[in-house]
């Protein structure tokens, strides 16, 4: 069935090879993520995510083709960015984390339809302040997320996930 689902067990292994080729893909100079293959993400990304019953999946034709972690959870290096919204309740606040789309569905809307998905989800969990982080040599990601509404509140350099040297964009949104 299409359209986005919370994930299961069985999709552990399509969601790390969406990483591995993603991987793949930052390490043959085609992409630009900033992460690192063995560092993040992992498998135990996303079997984390899934054993705190947070992790999405978005199919096409039957295929997983997206993933990502929707929660609450900001990170420790969210108290260093200049929120627009600095001083909402957490538990107004919605993170969407580790968004990824297959290569082979790039460019095919699938970024644009979970975070929708994600929007209406945190609307529905009443949260309407929306966070989100990339690196900043995620050009791709920035881009998609511009097109969407959101703005940048700020870079926070820092180790992110075990990945030196990041300069993390905080993203903001509020539905």
């Known amino acids: 069935m299409?359209?986005?689902?919370?994930?299961?067990?069985?999709?552990?292994?399509?969601i790390a090879a969406i990483y591995d080729r993603i991987l793949t893909e930052e390490e043959s100079g085609r992409a630009a993520i900033g992460w690192i293959r063995g560092v993040y993400p992992t498998e135990q990304t996303a079997l984390d995510a899934l054993h705190a019953g947070t992790l999405f999946v978005l199919e096409r034709d039957g295929v997983v083709a997206a993933a990502a972690k929707i929660d609450q959870n900001q990170v420790p290096e969210y108290a260093n960015a200049p929120w627009r919204y600095p001083d909402v309740p957490p538990e107004q606040v919605m993170v969407l984390h580790t968004l990824v789309v297959d290569p082979a569905f790039a460019g095919q809307g699938c970024g644009s339809e979970f975070v929708r998905f994600y929007e209406d989800y945190a609307l529905s969990q009443g949260c309407p302040y929306l966070r989100m982080d990339t690196n900043?040599?995620?050009?791709?990601?920035?881009?998609?997320?511009?097109?969407?509404?959101?703005?940048?509140?700020?870079?926070?350099?820092?180790?992110f996930n075990g990945i030196p040297d990041v300069q993390l964009v905080c993203l903001e949104g509020k539905k």
Do not use: F, H, M, S
Request: with cysteine; net charge positive.
């Open 2 to 14: 299409d359209g986005i689902r919370k994930a299961v067990q069985e999709d552990i292994p399509k």
């Open 136 to 159: 900043a040599k995620n050009t791709a990601a920035r881009r998609l997320y511009a097109r969407l509404g959101y703005w940048e509140a700020g870079i926070v350099p820092c180790v």
